[in-house]
DNA sequence: AGCACGCCGACT
DNA sequence: GTCGGCGTGCTC
């Protein structure tokens, strides 16, 4: 036992259960010194070990299950008011529990980064950056809702106050929004708030500006670029009721509300919902629970829903509200298969995209071409000896940029040099194989030369500011060619394009992930979507080699919730999400050995917990190795379990992960669960 | 995760 | 001699 300091008697009025940050995945029990006022949902200094960190009290009780004598006292209490609501701070710990986190890890990943050291919680004012600027609202000429609207509106409104899921399935161009601002509208005027999230990259200027415009109450932006001062005082402004509506992405379905009113989830399908590394949660499905534990309506809106929120509204979990008008002239687009192995393409262009590309640019129509491709080209090769430019770290190929020239590794940080001979046989024949957004621009620049020429991906948009300006040009409305990744396929409004070309819509077909097929559909209707919004239908050319391709078939011909419901079939049939639930365990370690033999370890664990709590209806598979088993210099490796029962799983889960942390084999491997994985990389 | 402790090799 | 590598244990 370390020597400590000695303590003065502690006249002890309780014991306060603290979820500490770290990896261990119990609460630590401390003593409330005399006269001290505590509660759940505030934070506390507490000793632990030799250092001293800032905790959450979860809990007040008077007995503890370590003896008294070995307690230490809380060293300080930081908030003297509730910082977060119990039936929040239920959720997060529910949270934590159900996607098998460290609980103090977890709560601590929660908090606004301002509030997990030391400082007071209060709001304060900063001069360069007014948290609210004053506009008042301009947009008086509120657009009279269709009767579809208006049947989801009445439905939300008329359940304010009490628990609901909806489902707005609304084609793209049907009003969704106009729907959530009349839905917020009516909340507001109970002096209630409203939680709108929307995915990480539709959260722009333009989507800000929109609510600014309507509504003179305060809103709060919770989005990346905030420092962590705007940060914390927007979470403030949102815990205390000064802010009426909050916007944000995944992380501010955590926001403390003094006045719940409504949870919207904006394009629910987005896989930036679900938080890919530590505490990998779905704010989706977390925002259910959290309508539900407050007594509100939530609102899942998408054009595309995922198959699991599908799968809801056909149980009945949700009411399915379906939008199929589309508002004003604007019509449906229309679709096409190419088939590119009938065709010579340059450049991953075919010339029936180059023929429409042409014919719409000559009628004064803007053309979008989607492919899911930056750089130049995918590979360099030696057409001498075949070498191929890999990347030292990964099991991947360097991909080949032109602006500026160089190889670079899109799985990790390599970059090199562009060699101008082969450095396995010092040929000189070096070779691109395959198309990017930068071949494919340039080629269109070649093609094209009186047409701009715009490309829009992470590297065109880098620079701060870049993006707002390509948008800026789209939207004066002259005829140009915008060559882009998924970006464009999210959100952005372009009145003028009348063409999409799409380029590889082989990648989703022949996906190994279980949601390839769904992830494909759901891309291609958004980037249709962007097609025919103004008075000129549109017209979406797909490129394939597969134009018989049964899913393509079904969703060119008989659209996206025909091609839903086959899916649908096959998950069930196949006992996957959302007919059964899945777990990862993954595990990646510098040395090749070292994941698989821990998982080996894993799941020697759970036989035994299966035999012990003798459960059944858990498939345990692997180890194996993830699709690309070394990046970034690490070897990984998953344990998949598969069971049609959460609860069996869960009560499987708990008590492995348990022992797994106890076991020393733990530090020599990074582990981490994944509960309801998005995706097997 | 941190951090302390303790046990071995190697170097001023 | 002691500096420092990392394996092991502990955190209410």
């Not at 304060?124 to 948290?131: L, T, W, Y």
């Not at 507001?188 to 600014?212: C, G, H, N, Y």
């Not at 239908?537 to 025909?562: C, F």
Request: net charge neutral; glycine share 6%.
């Amino acid at each position: 036992m370390p020597a400590r300091t000695p303590q003065q008697s502690h006249p002890a009025s309780g014991i306060a259960r603290v979820a500490v940050p770290s990896p261990l995945r119990r609460l630590f029990d401390y003593l409330i010194p005399a006269n001290t006022h505590v509660q759940p949902g505030i934070r506390v200094r507490v000793p632990f070990g030799s250092r001293e960190l800032t905790g959450i009290i979860v809990a007040i009780v008077d007995q503890s299950d370590i003896e008294t004598s070995q307690l230490r006292p809380i060293t300080e209490v930081l908030d003297h008011d509730e910082l977060i609501p119990s039936h929040l701070l239920d959720l997060w710990l529910w949270a934590a529990n159900y996607y098998q986190h460290p609980v103090g890890d977890a709560l601590h990943s929660l908090l606004p980064a301002g509030l997990r050291k030391k400082s007071a919680a209060s709001i304060r004012s900063h001069h360069s950056d007014p948290s609210q600027p004053e506009i008042t609202p301009t947009d008086t000429d509120i657009p009279t809702p269709n009767s579809q609207q208006n049947e989801a509106i009445r439905a939300v409104n008329d359940s304010s106050g009490q628990f609901n899921s909806f489902l707005l399935d609304g084609v793209t161009g049907s009003g969704k929004t106009e729907v959530y601002l009349q839905c917020i509208d009516h909340i507001l005027k109970q002096d209630k708030q409203a939680v709108m999230l929307v995915p990480e990259i539709s959260l722009t200027p333009q989507t800000i500006e929109r609510f600014r415009q309507r509504f003179s109450a305060a809103i709060a932006i919770l989005h990346s670029g905030l420092t962590p001062r705007q940060r914390l005082n927007a979470w403030l402004e949102a815990a205390s009721g000064v802010a009426r509506i909050i916007i944000g992405t995944r992380s501010a379905l955590f926001t403390p509300m003094a006045q719940p009113g409504l949870i919207i989830i904006d394009e629910e399908h987005d896989a930036s919902f679900k938080q890919q590394d530590g505490f990998r949660y779905s704010a989706r499905d977390l925002a259910v629970l959290r309508a539900r534990h407050e007594s509100i309506p939530v609102i899942l809106g998408s054009a595309t829903p995922s198959l699991e929120s599908l799968y809801n509204a056909n149980t009945g979990r949700y009411r399915h509200i379906q939008l199929t008008q589309r508002a004003g002239t604007a019509s449906m687009p229309t679709f096409q298969l190419v088939d590119t192995r009938r065709q010579l393409s340059e450049a991953g262009l075919s010339s029936d995209l180059l023929l429409a590309t042409a014919r719409h640019l000559k009628q004064g129509g803007q053309v979008l071409i989607f492919i899911n491709r930056r750089g130049f080209a995918p590979v360099l090769h030696c057409e001498d000896c075949g070498w191929t430019s890999e990347c030292p770290s990964c099991d991947a190929r360097l991909t080949v940029h032109r602006k500026p020239p160089h190889l670079c590794c899109h799985h990790c940080e390599t970059r090199q040099p562009v060699p101008d001979h082969c450095p396995d046989c010092q040929g000189k024949s070096l070779g691109t194989g395959g198309t990017g957004t930068e071949q494919c621009e340039s080629a269109l620049a070649t093609a094209f030369p009186d047409t701009p020429v715009l490309r829009l991906d992470r590297d065109a948009t880098r620079r701060k500011g870049e993006l707002e300006r390509i948008l800026k040009q789209i939207n004066n409305g002259e005829p140009c060619i915008l060559v882009g990744t998924q970006m464009i396929a999210k959100g952005h409004h372009l009145p003028g394009v009348t063409l999409v070309g799409v380029l590889d819509a082989d990648n989703g077909l022949f996906s190994a992930d279980f949601r390839g097929q769904e992830f494909m559909a759901q891309m291609l209707i958004q980037v249709a979507g962007r097609a025919g919004r103004a008075s000129q239908p549109g017209e979406v050319l797909i490129q394939t080699s597969n134009p018989e391709h049964q899913s393509l078939q079904t969703l060119v011909h008989d659209g996206y919730h025909a091609l839903a419901r086959t899916l649908l079939n096959e998950r069930e049939a196949a006992a996957m999400p959302p007919y059964g639930y899945l777990v990862i365990i993954r595990a990646e370690a510098v040395s090749m050995a070292a994941p698989q033999r821990y998982l080996t370890l894993a799941r020697q664990v759970i036989n035994s917990q299966i035999h012990s709590q003798q459960l059944n209806d858990i498939e345990v598979h692997g180890p194996l190795p993830a699709p690309m088993e070394r990046r970034a210099n690490r070897y990984r490796q998953h344990l998949i379990l598969k069971s049609s029962s959460r609860s069996v799983l869960q009560s499987l889960l708990t008590p492995v992960c348990q022992i797994l942390e106890g076991r020393s084999e733990s530090r020599r491997v990074r582990w981490s669960v994944d509960v309801d994985p998005l995706d097997m990389l």
